[in-house]
């Protein structure tokens, strides 16, 4: 594994034992060396993801010595053991920050488990960001390339492997003892990588060199445990945030959720977007429940979304968008979009940040391309604007998704969010790992391999929240 040395806990040995450690050339956290407590060290990052969010979006990043006294690790722990014991699961918290420490880059791994008795767990993985960057690019490249007219694609296993030796690795057997089934990854917003992206206009598609955050857009369900040969998302539930103190964990059972479903699958501008027939079929599928309405027409447009808001006054609430979205990662919000019909329609992000308020939501899933795709303006792109505005829980994706498959992962999560009472995070994976396991529908493969078992095909779709 290139670049990669993993850091070990010291904490059990005796003085000398370590010296000798040390003396060796081995590095350990600052945390294990007794220079900063693990706790101290978690409340610095959450104060930097804060206030780094807050710029991001343009207000006042700085936080009070009030506010910063109420960020605490024991007080996260406290507010994860309750709202685990609702959801009757078991969460880690999971920082993860790319930085160099005395000279050595690397990424610093840090596991809180819900439960204050347990102790939390702080390593340092050495790994060249050069290495990190160019297993993240490969890993993002072929995890996005599955063609039905294509053989089997597997490259993005062996970089799948590399990023989950380096990111989770270090504190996996932890997990598995303390009984862990979830994860809140927060992952460190500032180390960027040079991406490409599509661009549609009215002549067509063009890709363009953009920045990425690398570990904001990661699909990590799609990461590959060594051991195992499992992806992550087949041994725990997922979701991501930018800060653990800015969320709201709190269980609601979905079952009898009241939501509203818009869709458009039909564009004015047929030049720049094509048909969305299956969005029809998603439309259609996803409203086999009876608590779920449809405004006059169905068609997604600000008065329809501004109505259907309105509606929305009993807890708990999903609302489900499914249609195109482009999302331009170093352009200004008011280029970033869902489509309507009409293109002086479009619901772009500056609009979604400055009129709308979603504290109604409890769910909030946008079944639209590139979504969860987030720039210098705002961590998370549609998705995390929704979040921010008030929504618990939002379901986005990370490039552009195939629209037959959206369609039956979304009929799946909709399925189960009706008729299991289990928590956002575990609704997620278990439509995902449905999809894994659905049917092989393509007569150019044999019946021994299931193209939809490819992570382009659910991967993309990103819990921001708590995931309860």
């Given at each position: 594994m290139a670049g990669v040395l993993k850091a070990i806990d010291v904490s059990g040995l005796e003085v000398e034992d370590t010296v000798k450690l040390l003396a060796a050339g081995l590095e350990f956290p600052l945390s294990l060396q007794g220079q900063v407590s693990i706790g101290d060290r978690v409340q610095e990052i959450e104060i930097e993801r804060i206030e780094e969010f807050k710029r991001n979006i343009l207000l006042n990043g700085k936080l009070s010595e009030e506010e910063i006294d109420k960020i605490s690790m024991e007080a996260m722990q406290a507010k994860l053991q309750q709202a685990d014991q609702q959801a009757d699961m078991k969460s880690a918290l999971v920082y993860l920050t790319v930085r160099e420490r005395d000279g050595v880059e690397g990424v610093e791994v840090i596991m809180v488990p819900g439960d204050p008795i347990q102790e939390p767990i702080h390593r340092f993985v050495k790994v060249s960001f050069r290495d990190l960057e160019d297993n993240y690019s490969d890993f993002f490249k072929y995890v996005k390339k599955a063609n039905k007219g294509s053989v089997r694609s597997t490259e993005y296993i062996s970089p799948g492997k590399l990023l989950y030796d380096t990111l989770i690795s270090e504190i996996d057997d932890d997990l598995r003892t303390l009984g862990i089934d979830h994860l809140q990854i927060i992952p460190d917003a500032s180390h960027k990588v040079v991406g490409t992206e599509r661009r549609y206009t009215g002549s067509g598609a063009s890709s363009h060199n953009v920045l990425i955050s690398l570990l904001q857009n990661i699909p990590y369900g799609a990461l590959v445990n060594p051991d195992t040969g499992k992806h992550l998302i087949g041994e725990f539930s997922l979701a991501i945030a930018p800060s653990f103190h800015l969320t709201e964990p709190q269980y609601q059972d979905m079952r009898n959720a009241?939501?509203?479903?818009?869709?458009?699958?039909?564009?004015?501008?047929?030049?720049?977007?094509?048909?969305?027939?299956?969005?029809?079929?998603?439309?259609?599928?996803?409203?086999?429940?009876?608590?779920?309405?449809?405004p006059e027409n169905n068609r997604f447009n600000a008065n329809n979304l501004e109505?259907?808001?309105?509606?929305?006054n009993i807890n708990p609430q999903f609302l489900h968008i499914a249609t195109h979205g482009q999302y331009w990662r170093?352009?200004?919000?008011?280029?970033?979009?869902?489509?309507?019909?009409?293109?002086?329609?479009?619901?772009?992000?500056?609009?979604?940040?400055?009129?709308?308020?979603?504290?109604?939501?409890?769910?909030?899933?946008?079944?639209?391309?590139?979504?969860?795709?987030?720039?210098?303006?705002?961590?998370?792109?549609?998705?995390?604007?929704?979040?921010?505005?008030?929504?618990?829980?939002?379901?986005?994706?990370?490039?552009?998704?195939?629209?037959?498959?959206?369609?039956?992962?979304?009929?799946?999560?909709?399925?189960?969010?009706?008729?299991?009472?289990?928590?956002?995070?575990?609704?997620?994976?278990?439509?995902?790992?449905?999809?894994?396991?659905?049917?092989?529908?393509?007569?150019?493969?044999s019946d021994s391999y299931n193209l939809r078992k490819h992570p382009y095909y659910w991967s993309a779709f990103q819990l921001i929240g708590s995931g309860h």
């Open positions: 009241e939501g509203f479903i818009l869709a458009e699958s039909e564009f004015e501008d047929s030049n720049k977007w094509s048909k969305l027939p299956y969005v029809i079929q998603e439309f259609n599928t996803i409203n086999h429940s009876n608590e779920t309405k449809i109505n259907v808001l309105n509606s929305l170093n352009s200004d919000s008011r280029d970033d979009y869902l489509a309507t019909y009409k293109p002086e329609d479009y619901l772009s992000l500056y609009k979604l940040l400055n009129t709308y308020n979603f504290d109604s939501l409890e769910l909030a899933v946008f079944s639209a391309c590139q979504a969860a795709i987030g720039n210098a303006y705002l961590e998370y792109g549609l998705a995390g604007a929704t979040w921010l505005k008030g929504a618990e829980s939002v379901i986005g994706t990370l490039w552009d998704v195939a629209d037959e498959e959206t369609a039956i992962i979304m009929d799946k999560l909709h399925t189960i969010r009706a008729t299991q009472d289990i928590p956002v995070a575990k609704i997620l994976q278990a439509a995902q790992i449905e999809m894994i396991n659905y049917p092989n529908p393509f007569p150019n493969f």
